[in-house]
């Protein structure tokens, strides 16, 4: 038996899963998977490549586990759209689909009967379980990069039982998400599964079960605040939230800890290619960090972070490796600045670069800048075509109240002068109902 089956056999009683105000028992957890194992996974050979089409819930969850007591290579699947989903099955070369419907598993095989990718086959000719995951595809279609599994969970196999509640907030098809999984079930905690991704029903859950670890986006904690729904209800049980997937705002954080101020913030770091850093954050008030993980190295080149980890994908089964250097480092495409005893600070991504007149402007530091003020709630700032410049600073800001758009351009104008240099100062500015993000809660720049 896989060594996370047999802990999570060993938890018995302890509540496992909390899924649409149903608590389950790492007891339930196990008959299920095993379930699953014998019933689901039959028709599954070792090595075969399954995708599920879910995100989380008790089914899923157990269903995964299943898989990789069978050695199967799993492809979690979240995106609805069926031109994606189709499209994600082909890239992966799936064997068999399995749907969730009422927590239960229906089986059908694909259609994709071709050789399957070398390392694919790899994996299978040493019996391993798989993962492929699948890249945001926000500047092109997304990659598929395929991990040994059990290399990676051998990560979590030595941390220590404790009593915690854990939220899973990220997707179960991204790296951040499984990561929480991960820690969450070889520790033994209790996983709340949202049903929804909102700021009152999250604030809600973690009032109703007591919950201590929120992982989230900074785009989505900013919009807890934006919504004032953690006035009104009791969030005491809050012992720690880790953010991550995008560059937190200095400015946000200062806000964040005036309204938690009891709260440990800690940033997470890390990328679908190489897996989550274990990373300490110099203070719950700092976005400086300091990567501090036995299977991970890293350098920094030209300002850009490079990362080669024990278990980083083996590669992609549909692109090149075109950003891993010949010796195996990852460029993340991550902008950092150092600070003494090794700590280092995300300054934003070299494909964000705004060039005005031949003048880099990182959009981060004028979002952080511009969140200092009180009339706005939030904002986005990118690079607009410019006759004569290349291109100028454009940004979108929600505001608190309503006012004329002249007249936030104005205040832009006075608050950024003595803050920010001239070319990096706004020079349009866009009046919003919501910033652009996806569903992940991440940024996306135009």
């Not at 480092?329 to 280092?344: A, R």
């Not at 070299?350 to 800048?369: M, Y």
């Amino acid at each position: 038996m896989h060594w996370l089956l047999e802990k999570i056999q060993s938890f018995k009683e302890r509540k496992a899963i909390i899924y649409q105000d149903y608590i389950y028992t790492y007891s339930d957890l196990f008959t299920r998977a095993t379930h699953f194992l014998e019933h689901i996974c039959v028709d599954l050979k070792n090595g075969e490549v399954a995708a599920i089409l879910s995100d989380y819930s008790f089914a899923s969850i157990a269903l995964f586990l299943a898989l990789v007591e069978n050695r199967n290579i799993i492809v979690p699947i979240t995106t609805k759209p069926t031109n994606e989903v189709e499209e994600r099955l082909l890239e992966a070369q799936v064997d068999h689909i399995v749907t969730i419907d009422d927590e239960e598993c229906t089986i059908t095989s694909s259609n994709n009967n071709g050789d399957k990718h070398g390392l694919i086959r790899q994996l299978q000719d040493g019996g391993n379980s798989g993962l492929i995951l699948f890249s945001s595809g926000s500047t092109g279609k997304p990659k598929a990069m395929i991990h040994n599994l059990d290399k990676l969970l051998d990560t979590y196999c030595h941390k220590k039982q404790k009593s915690l509640a854990f939220l899973v907030f990220l997707m179960f098809d991204h790296i951040g998400g499984l990561n929480t999984l991960f820690n969450a079930l070889s520790m033994g905690v209790t996983i709340v599964i949202p049903s929804k991704r909102e700021p009152e029903y999250v604030c809600d859950l973690i009032e109703k079960y007591k919950i201590n670890i929120l992982p989230a986006s900074p785009t989505f904690l900013n919009l807890i605040l934006m919504s004032d729904a953690y006035k009104d209800r009791d969030l005491s049980s809050l012992i720690m939230v880790t953010y991550g997937t995008e560059q937190m705002p200095e400015s946000l954080l200062v806000r964040l800890k005036e309204a938690f101020p009891r709260v440990s913030f800690l940033q997470t770091f890390g990328t679908s290619e190489t897996g989550i850093a274990q990373a300490t954050s110099k203070s719950s008030s700092s976005t400086y960090m300091k990567i501090d993980d036995p299977n991970l190295e890293y350098k920094i080149v030209d300002g850009e972070l490079w990362l080669k980890s024990k278990t980083q994908a083996l590669g992609y089964l549909n692109a090149p490796m075109g950003r891993f250097s010949e010796d195996g480092w990852f460029k993340t495409g991550d902008l950092v600045e150092t600070e003494e005893d090794n700590y280092i600070r995300i300054i934003g991504r070299n494909s964000e670069i705004i060039n005005v007149g031949g003048q880099k402007v990182l959009p981060a530091e004028v979002e952080s800048v511009l969140l200092q003020m009180p009339e706005i709630a939030d904002c986005m700032v990118y690079g607009s075509e410019n006759l004569i410049t290349g291109q100028i600073v454009e940004a979108d800001v929600v505001l608190v109240d309503e006012m004329p758009p002249q007249e936030i351009k104005k205040r832009v104008l006075i608050f950024c002068r003595d803050k920010l240099e001239r070319f990096k100062t706004p020079a349009k500015i866009n009046v919003v109902g919501r910033t652009n993000f996806n569903d992940r809660f991440k940024k996306v720049r135009k």
